[in-house]
């Protein structure tokens, strides 16, 4: 089946940049997601790339996806002690004409630490 | 616009009890869905509903069942608890369009939900 697959943890001084790093294995994978879950709180939906694209950035987020190797990447410049969290890295494949089926599959989330 | 609702947010029951987790969103969406989260592992599929009166199993249903009477509204039922449900349940929708669309799944801050 599927696979997601993220480091567990990441240590950064604030003002550095982060970079999550993640794999799958899905080749048939239309859109990957990047959630954000904080402490007691549900998952935060941060960015999305297509499949077809290579680059997105938004703000101080930046998607990189390496189709060939199904690699992707989360950075997030400047990080802020806001942005300690957990980050899941979530491919979604394509639903089946017969179900409509629409899940996700999760990776295990990074743990981001940033400290002052 | 309150988004994806989940009541109750925290719940402890004996082994065997039955319980309904309730998730409701007024975002008129098609698409619903059941995750549960454990610990060092990423969020696993339960059941989904493509619209009202159709439901569908996941990748761990076993133990739970779902109903979909109206478009706003899916339940997720605990029939008989067990130690092994020990876990957050969070509840997700979406728009239901074409495989090649984007539609982001929103969710719901979470039920942690811990069986003795």
């Known amino acids: 089946g599927e696979d997601v697959e993220q480091s567990l943890f990441l240590s950064v001084r604030e003002g550095d940049s982060s970079v999550i790093n993640c794999t799958y294995t899905?080749?048939?994978?239309?859109?990957l997601y990047w959630y954000k879950q904080e402490p007691g709180a549900g998952l935060q939906l941060l960015t999305y790339?297509?499949?077809?694209?290579d680059m997105k950035q938004d703000q101080r987020l930046t998607v990189l996806l390496n189709k060939k190797d199904k690699h992707l990447s989360l950075r997030i410049a400047d990080t802020q002690t806001g942005d300690s969290a957990i980050y899941f890295c979530?491919?979604?494949?394509?639903?089946?004409?017969?179900?409509?089926?629409?899940?996700?599959?999760f990776g295990s989330g990074t743990r981001l630490q940033v400290q002052p | 616009n309150a988004g994806v609702t989940q009541t109750p947010k925290f719940q402890v029951l004996k082994t065997g009890q039955s319980m309904t987790l309730q998730c409701a969103q007024d975002?008129?969406?098609?698409?619903m869905s059941w995750y549960r989260q454990d610990p060092g592992m990423g969020l696993r599929l339960i059941h989904y509903?493509?619209?009202?009166?159709?439901?569908d199993q996941g990748e761990v249903p076993n133990g739970y069942n779902v109903s979909r009477s109206t478009t706003e509204d899916f339940p997720l039922r605990l029939l008989s608890a067990a130690p092994s449900q020990t876990s957050v349940y969070f509840c997700?929708?979406?728009?239901?369009?074409?495989?090649?669309?984007?539609?982001?799944?929103?969710f719901g801050d979470g039920t942690r939900l811990s069986i003795l």
């Open positions: 975002m008129n969406h098609e698409y």
């Open positions: 790339i297509f499949s077809n694209m």
């Open positions: 979530a491919d979604s494949e394509p639903p089946p004409l017969d179900t409509g089926r629409r899940a996700l599959t």
């Open positions: 509903s493509v619209g009202a009166g159709i439901t």
């Open positions: 997700a929708s979406s728009y239901s369009s074409g495989p090649d669309s984007n539609q982001p799944q929103h």
């Open positions: 899905d080749s048939s994978s239309t859109y």
